[in-house]
């Protein structure tokens, strides 16, 4: 396997760890965090934040994905995460190198 390509998957891990504990950490609009077999509940969402952030999205983008998928994919219309910004501004400082 290509050292370069090793590397990239390496990169690729990190950064999706590191976005998976932001957003369990920072995020957490169901309330999972406290309950290991839930580690992988946002996953789904990992590779839409890693495109956002490789493109250098700005914050404001990546709060309103968040808030799509509160209201799209969770249902959670009424629901307020007065933090999102907060979380984007996390998911922003994950080193990309």
């Known amino acids: 396997m290509n ?3 090793m590397i990239d998957k390496e990169r690729g891990r990190r950064i999706r760890t590191a976005i ?4 369990m950490r920072d995020w957490d609009p169901i309330g999972v965090k406290d309950e290991p077999m839930a580690a992988d509940e ?3 969402y990992l590779g839409d934040i890693y495109g956002l ?3 250098e999205a700005p914050e404001t983008s990546i709060s ?3 808030r799509e998928i509160e209201i ?3 249902g959670f219309a009424d629901f307020q995460t007065p933090h999102r910004l907060d979380v984007a501004r996390a ?5 990309f190198n």
């Open 3 to 5: 050292l370069d390509r």
């Open 20 to 23: 998976r504990e932001v957003l």
């Open 42 to 44: 946002y996953d789904m």
């Open 53 to 55: 952030l490789a493109r």
């Open 64 to 66: 309103a994905y968040l």
């Open 72 to 74: 799209k994919r969770m």
């Open 91 to 95: 998911l922003k400082m994950i080193p």
